[in-house]
């Protein structure tokens, strides 16, 4: 499967993005699908993921009650609306697949086998 991540730009703290992650070669009814983020000078880190199977989310702490992962199989994409944005949520954002990952796998990266381009997002304070 193939990754297009696209969405990012500039945007003022407390503002929104939405950030779409566009798939084309499999269908993402296969794949657990997640966000990550890695800043400047720091790891990767996941943001959001999204079950195959029930669309269950999980959120980073860092993120919960601001960001929403959602998925359009019709569209084959994954979304992610991000509100009230601060100025550490700074980072490049990649969209990432895997297959049947288990719980104490959602946080790690090495459990997503695709990854799309990253797509930066600044927030100025």
């Known amino acids: 499967v193939q990754l297009q991540a696209s969405g990012g730009g500039l945007v003022q703290t407390g503002g929104s993005l939405r950030l779409s992650c566009a798939a084309s070669?499999?269908?993402?009814?296969?794949?657990?699908m997640g966000w990550f983020r890695q800043a400047p000078g720091k790891e990767r880190e996941i943001v959001a993921m999204i079950r195959r199977v029930g669309s269950r989310t999980y959120y980073a702490d860092s993120v919960k009650g601001r960001f929403t992962i959602s998925r359009d199989n019709a569209k084959n994409a994954v979304g992610l609306q991000m509100n009230s944005l601060k100025p550490e949520d700074t980072a490049v954002y990649y969209c990432?697949?895997?297959?049947?990952?288990?719980?104490?796998?959602?946080?790690?990266?090495?459990?997503?086998?695709?990854w799309g381009q990253g797509t930066l997002v600044t927030v100025s304070s």
């Open positions: 990432a697949a895997g297959v049947g990952i288990i719980m104490s796998s959602v946080w790690s990266s090495d459990a997503y086998h695709y």
């Open positions: 070669g499999r269908t993402i009814t296969t794949f657990d």
